[in-house]
């Protein structure tokens, strides 16, 4: 059964989410989405939501900070604020008596759940990483760019295609933030998922930083675009390779 939820994160930020609850089931996976994005990822979460029920997995979907129906101002994320959302969600589901937990990052989002200390956490058992920024130098589009930061330096932020606001506090924190070296000191299995047809993060960063990480699977989707938005072979695959990892890890 999937049911709207909201909880409180850090900041007074109201967080909204859709928990899917798979009866009599204690594991649980944490879907975390792109930045300027939302909880469905261009659909991929809830298709993800759906198979994961069927394996008899529950599943929480939700906004980050200043993203979809989540509130906060734009201007004022950053790695790290929305890595406490992470956590605050992570506390959720430990609550609620989940004793065993996957949590999924996509884009942007996997450079957040990259940097979670989750030694404090011992019911999160895995990690996944779709098309993982992982690396700020490493994107092909000028979002994060230093002409980027001169205007927010200038304005107090720096604005999308989308309209959303990028401050100066996030493009401080891109300065000293490097995920995958974070990743790599984390025992948890990860996977690592990555078209290589992927024009926004090239795939070329996820086959760097596999080696880097203890514990780590890394696939490459043929012909896989950012969000796997073009290829029903390609998404399928992916949603496929996804829910086995879980499986075997939680």
């Known amino acids: 059964m999937e049911e709207k939820i909201y909880y409180d994160s850090t900041d007074n930020v109201r967080l909204c989410a859709m928990f899917n609850r798979a009866p009599d089931s204690k594991k649980a ?16 979460f809830k298709v993800m939501s759906r198979e994961l029920l069927k394996n008899g997995i529950s599943s929480i979907r939700f906004d980050f900070r200043a993203h979809g129906e989540s509130t906060g101002n734009d201007y004022e994320m950053t790695v790290t604020r929305e890595a406490a959302d992470v ?16 949590v999924l990052g996509a884009s942007f989002g996997g450079g957040v759940v990259s940097i979670v200390d989750y030694t404090k956490y011992k019911n999160v058992k895995a990690l996944i990483l779709w098309y993982g920024l992982l690396d700020y130098n490493m994107v092909s589009v000028d979002i994060f760019s230093e ?21 100066l506090p996030l493009f401080d924190e891109l300065r000293s933030i490097v995920p995958y070296e974070r990743l790599a000191e984390n025992d948890l299995p990860v996977l690592l998922l990555h078209g290589n047809a992927d024009t926004t993060i090239p795939y070329q960063s996820s086959q760097k930083v596999a080696p880097m990480c203890k514990n780590s699977t890394l696939v490459i989707i043929e012909n896989g675009e950012h969000t796997f938005f073009n290829s029903k072979k390609a998404f399928d695959e992916a949603i496929d390779k996804t829910v086995e990892f879980i499986k075997d890890n939680i």
Do not use: P, V
């Not at 956590?87 to 996957?102: H, M, N, Q, R």
């Not at 304005?155 to 401050?167: A, H, W």
């Open 29 to 44: 996976a944490i879907l975390c989405h792109g930045i300027t994005g939302d909880k469905d990822e261009r659909d991929c």
């Open 87 to 102: 956590e605050t969600t992570i506390k959720l589901l430990s609550k609620e008596g989940y004793d065993s937990i996957a």
């Open 147 to 167: 002409e980027k930061r001169k205007i927010a330096e200038k304005n107090g932020y720096s604005k999308t295609l989308s309209g959303f606001k990028l401050g």
